[in-house]
T-cell receptor, first 113, second 111 residues
Framework: DVKVTQSSRYLVKRTGEKVFLECVQDMDHENMFWYRQDPGLGLRLIYFSYDVKMKEKGDIPEGYSVSREKKERFSLILESASTNQTSMYLC????????????FGSGTRLTVV | GQNIDQPTEMTATEGAIVQINCTYQTSGFNGLFWYQQHAGEAPTFLSYNVLDGLEEKGRFSSFLSRSKGYSYLLLKELQMKDSASYLCAVRDSGGYNKLIFGAGTRLAVHP
């Protein structure tokens, strides 16, 4: 089975800190995605990557950046964390246009205080 | 613009049938997905429709009408473990397998 692993399940960070969220997949998937999930808003796409060192902005990229130096790893970076970035962050990966869409990681619940 | 609408909450009784509707208006379309998400967990795949019609998979079925921008998920013989959020998602027509999600429908199943 494909596994998508997010490094932390829960994180608490202070306002202004630089925060790194890590995601690793083990099945050589080309596409990787970062979403945030908030009540009433659903999953919103922050950034995605379709190859090493390639990245595209999603719908809400402001305040975030990403890094993909190796195919299996996709990092989300909060340059200066703010309280409105408190959310559940979900990473997902896919090979192409599979019938099942994505494989998701378990999520990281980030609280910025 | 991109818009996917589904009801916020639904309740149903154990053993009953429930239908969760999803309407979409997106700039491109290349398939519609339904995911199930239990509280605190990752979404898991339930169904996929790319052509019009009904796809049946055990207790769950999903229907798509592309001309109407409409889908539904039908859950039969409801069980308590079906209490979860159900997410409707549309794959856009670009080449990167991007999914656009609705806000999700929280289903509560009561005895």
């Amino acid at each position: 089975d494909v596994k998508v692993t997010q490094s932390s399940r829960y994180l608490v960070k202070r306002t202004g800190e630089k925060v790194f969220l890590e995601c690793v997949q083990d099945m050589d998937h080309e596409n990787m995605f970062w979403y945030r999930q908030d009540p009433g808003l659903g999953l919103r796409l922050i950034y995605f990557s379709y190859d090493v060192k390639m990245k595209e902005k999603g719908d809400i990229p402001e305040g975030y950046s990403v890094s993909r130096e190796k195919k299996e790893r996709f990092s989300l970076i909060l340059e200066s964390a703010s309280t409105n970035q408190t959310s559940m962050y979900l990473c997902a990966s896919s090979l192409g246009r599979e019938y099942y869409g994505y494989t998701f990681g378990s999520g990281t619940r980030l609280t910025v205080v | 613009g991109q818009n996917i609408d589904q009801p916020t909450e639904m309740t149903a009784t154990e053993g009953a049938i429930v239908q969760i509707n999803c309407t979409y208006q997106t700039s491109g379309f290349n398939g519609l997905f339904w995911y199930q998400q239990h509280a605190g967990e990752a979404p898991t795949f339930l169904s996929y429709n790319v052509l019009d019609g009904l796809e049946e998979k055990g207790r769950f079925s999903s229907f798509l009408s592309r001309s109407k921008g409409y889908s539904y998920l039908l859950l039969k013989e409801l069980q308590m473990k079906d209490s979860a959020s159900y997410l409707c998602a549309v794959r856009d027509s670009g080449g990167y397998n991007k999914l656009i999600f609705g806000a999700g429908t929280r289903l509560a199943v009561h005895p």
